[in-house]
Nanobody, 126 residues
Framework: QVQLVESGGGSVQAGGSLRLSCAASGYTTSRNCMGWFRQAPGKEREGVAA????????YYANSEMARFTVSQDNAKNMVFLQMNSLKPEDTAIYYCAAALGRCTGEWYLTDLFVYWGQGTQVTVSS
């Protein structure tokens, strides 16, 4: 019933920008914590950002706070991740994830998210 579909990935040069989108169905994004994670080859998934629209709260990994912005469109039931000043180290598959309920201080824990999209590839060249 619940489905998350990411889009907006691609190949860009260092310093470029991308906006990732996550479309949700069978789920109300504004009433739950929505997270963005990424996974590089051979590594585990790591949290990038999260948003809880009902509480007007956003969360970011410290290393990405200055470059990434997470937002939500309640009417479209979608969440977004604006990524600026991209670096080669940002290369990874980016996933949208949905939790049950509000975000917590441990939003970055993957076990808190029960629904996951298939991911969208982001490749940043130097």
């Amino acid at each position: 019933q619940v489905q998350l579909v990411e889009s907006g990935g691609g190949s860009v040069q260092a310093g470029g920008s991308l906006r990732l989108s996550c479309a949700a169905s069978g789920y109300t994004t504004s009433r739950n914590c929505m997270g963005w994670f990424r996974q590089a080859p051979g590594k585990e998934r790591e949290g990038v950002a999260a948003i809880y629209a009902a509480g007007r709260t956003t969360y970011y990994a410290n290393s990405e706070m200055a470059r990434f912005t997470v937002s939500q469109d309640n009417a479209k039931n979608m969440v977004f991740l604006q990524m600026n000043s991209l670096k080669p180290e940002d290369t990874a598959i980016y996933y949208c994830a949905a939790a049950l309920g509000r975000c917590t201080g441990e939003w970055y824990l993957t076990d808190l998210f029960v629904y996951w999209g298939q991911g969208t590839q982001v490749t940043v060249s130097s």
